[in-house]
């Protein structure tokens, strides 16, 4: 029987699955959405199920069939999609390579930093086409989701899952994987773990102001660690504990994001960036400059759910005069309605 393709109501929860969680098993799915956004369609469609009467977004990153690697996942039009269903906050899964002793295959790891080594290959922002716009991203995951699975992990430890509570990880092109230096490089920093996907998404996040949190799940020890070697089976056999595990713990995670107490209830509101964007996001560019497409973009993105920590915050720098009218077009996209009146306009 085909699922309906529209759903009524604003979706505050997402899950994006990565390598090792495809989907949301024990979850009836009740609608797939497959939004057009200025960027495209998702890599996959988004599956709408329901916890307590509380609608839950699933997206497969790399494509229903792991078609995309993860220079190829289209970002933007992952995030944008989300955002435009009443998406407000984020659990992202992902596989990394353990850059640490104690942090074994198998093991999970809620990350609280990121450390950059893509390379521009990856669009990496909303903001552009005749608009200009900075997002604070000193703390890249949002400490209240990170609180929340790091409490569910823990819980669940008398099940096989091994939980540690912050690191940082290493965000790299890929396809290929690193050399020995290079990961020797990474442990000598400081890192954690190393992977291919939380960037640019963990940035687009914040740009959307959706709430975002990274699981990490751990497949092996990276290139570092030469007295364990790595075969096709063995990762694979840690591949297949770790979806196990994520089912459970995704599962905990849904049950508190919809719970009643304020505090998750603000996570879904899309209170969670309120302070954070306002004062730290400015758009810079004057109204003459703002690009039409730039514009109506960042209002595709707003949606009806934004609390105006954008709206009516943000400000926008470019004179009229030298804004673009795709960069404008594309802000209006994200952030309906975000020009209002008077001298932003």
Known sequence: MSLPTTYPDPIPIAVIGGTGLSSLPGYVPVATLNPLTPWGHPTSPISVCTHNNI??????????????APHEVNSRANIAALRS????????????GSLREEVKPRDFLVADQVWDR???????TFFEDGVVGHVGFADPFDATMGKIVSECGHALAGEGVVMHDKGTIV???????????ESNMYRASGATVINMSVLPEAKLAREAEI????????????????????????????MKANGENAKRLIAAVLDRLCGDDEQVKGLR?????????????GFMTKP????????GNVEFLEGKALEGSVKGML?????????????????????PGVWGDGEVR
């Open 269 to 281: 509101e899309g209170k969670a960036l309120e302070g954070s964007v306002k004062g730290m996001l």
């Open 288 to 295: 003459e400059g703002r690009g039409g497409k730039g514009m």
């Open 118 to 124: 893509t390379k521009g290959v990856r669009p990496f």
């Open 55 to 68: 609608p839950i977004a699933f997206l497969s990153r790399h494509g229903l069939h792991h078609e995309f």
């Open 211 to 238: 709430a975002y949190q990274m699981i990490c799940m751990a497949t092996d020890y990276d290139c570092w660690h030469s007295s364990e070697d790595v075969d096709v089976s063995m990762v694979m056999g840690h």
């Open 315 to 335: 400000g926008f720098m470019t004179k009229p005069e030298g804004r673009g009218g795709k960069g404008m077009g594309n802000v209006e996209f994200l952030f």
């Open 85 to 96: 269903v009443g998406v407000r906050c984020v659990v992202a899964f992902s596989a990394v």
């Open 171 to 181: 965000c790299m092109e890929g396809p290929q994987f690193s050399t020995r230096f």
